[in-house]
Each structure stands twice: as C-alpha cells, then as structure tokens.
C-alpha cells in the first residue's frame, strides 16, 4: 500500500508505547501514514531499528545521539507519566518556557557516543538517516558546549560516509537564533548529504538560510495551537518543508492533552495546508513527495 502521508520523525519506539506499540502503527497505516522512529542514544537506535524490521514497508528508522546527552542528560520513561502530564510538558516546550520533555537525570552509562556502534546499525537498509542529533543549547551547561560540536561532527561524518541524510535536533533559549547559524556553519563546512531540521522552532530569518542551502525543515503538531509559526509555513516553499509528530510529544488539536502518535500527523498537514490557503490534497501529496526524497524511501 502506498502512502498518503509521512510522520518524519516520530518515537513509537519509546517506552511509552511498549503497551500498544503494534496497534499504534496499524492504526497510522490504515490511515495511509508511514513513519520513521528516530533513536537517541544506543537503546532507542537498537529499538528503532529492530521495529522496522517488523514490517516490509512504512516503518523506518533512524540512528543517532542526541545532543543533552553531552551533558550527562538521558530519555524520561514515559510510562511513569499520567496521561494529563503530556499536555503540561508539550506547552512548556513548545514556547521555551520549560526544560526538554525529553531530558532526565542519566539512568545508565550505556547512552555514550560510539562510533562503531552507530555505523554497525547505520548501514541497515531500513535506517534512513543519521540523528537526531545537533545542537541544544536551552539551559546550555557551557562546559558541554564543545563535546556537543564535538559529537554533532562525528555524525555528520558518519552520514558522509554512509551517504544518509541528517535528522537535526537544534534549540535555544526562546527567541535565540544561535544555535540555529552555529549549525548551519558546522554543515556548511562538514556536511555532503541532504539535512532536515526537526520540530523547527526558529526566526523566518534562520528558515529562509536553510531553504537557501537546500536544507529541509519539518514541523509538528504545535503548529495546530501555536501561532507563531503561520509567517514562516507561508513563506516557505511547499517543496523544502516536511510534517512529523514527534510523538509521543506535542500533540496536535483536537488532542492534545494526550499521548501524541503517527495518525495524528495527518492534523498537521490540515494546519499547514489552511495556513497556506491551499488545497489539503495538493499539499499532502507535495509533503509526501518531499519525505520520500530526502530519505530515499522507496514506494
């Protein structure tokens, strides 16, 4: 079955869905919506790999280590939060007003970089990119600064050699550009593959040099609630944005206050789609056309 839409960037291989994993993603395929499940450090690269492999075609990962790692920070066990927990987490995140939903208090010492690791499982034909990974600088502990460059260059060679695309994670303070331009100067100097920046959360200013250097840039469901992004999805060429869902994290209206899944991308393509005054259907297909691009996914 072909698909009507791409989640680019979701974590159904997350413990939060250890209760209902496989019926999360039949529900997202019977509504035509493929997905790639996005590691973090060495386990959920593990997971996101191994759950692809479950399936012949609309699941795929990605391998990577995420920038608060650098600074000791690890994944929360999402099981351990009450469903009326997400909805305070994702507005906190989604205007900067709140730490990371993601980041934790480390748990064990098996989230350290590794190359060899990381290409072992980056050659696997269902792993369709690098990442996430980045830079974060939101509460930056300065001394982590450097190792976070660090790491970041480490995998935009491992996509060199391995000619996959990269999946950023790039943030700052609210209203910081930062980190944005210090990793658009660290891929201009190091990166010879495609690059999406994920849950994107910069100026129109910092988005127009991304399309400028043939750079994609994806957005989730806070744009369904949030209108500071309107600007920027109006100005963007249909052709260089993407749409994800971050889930189990910032679930789109009409529901949010729950657990966010890949289905529910498909909220995001409508916003997008209203936003730029243009007919859902067209949009959709132009947006599914991009994902299969940029990950080389074959149909």
Known sequence: MEPKAFDIHSHVN??????????????????????????????????????SEKFESGVYATVGFHPIHAGGATYHDTN????????????????????????DEPKDQASGWDKKFYESLARHPKVVAIGECGLDYYRLKEETKERQRKIFIE????ANEVQKPLMLHVRGERGDDTPYYDALELLEMEAKVKVNFHFFAGS????????????????????TFARAYEKIIKEAPLD?????????????????GRRNEPVY???????????????YEKVAEQLKENAIGVFGVAI
């Open 80 to 103: 351990e939060l009450k469903e009326n927990e997400y909805k305070k987490l994702v507005e906190d995140f989604s205007v900067g007003g709140g730490p990371h939903p993601e980041a």
């Open 240 to 256: 260089m944005i993407m749409t994800e869902t971050d889930c189990p994290y910032a679930t789109p209206e009409p529901y949010r």
């Open 155 to 158: 995998q935009i060679h491992l």
């Open 14 to 51: 997350f413990t939060a869905f250890d209760a209902d994993r496989d019926e999360v993603i039949k529900r997202a395929h019977d509504a035509g919506v493929w997905m790639i499940n996005v590691g973090t450090e060495k386990t959920t690269s593990q997971g996101a790999v191994e759950l």
């Open 204 to 223: 129109l200013d910092v988005a127009k040099k991304i399309w400028e250097r043939g750079f994609t840039a994806s957005f989730t469901g806070v744009i």
């Open 265 to 279: 991308v498909l909220e995001v393509i409508k916003k997008i789609a209203r936003i730029r005054g243009e007919e």
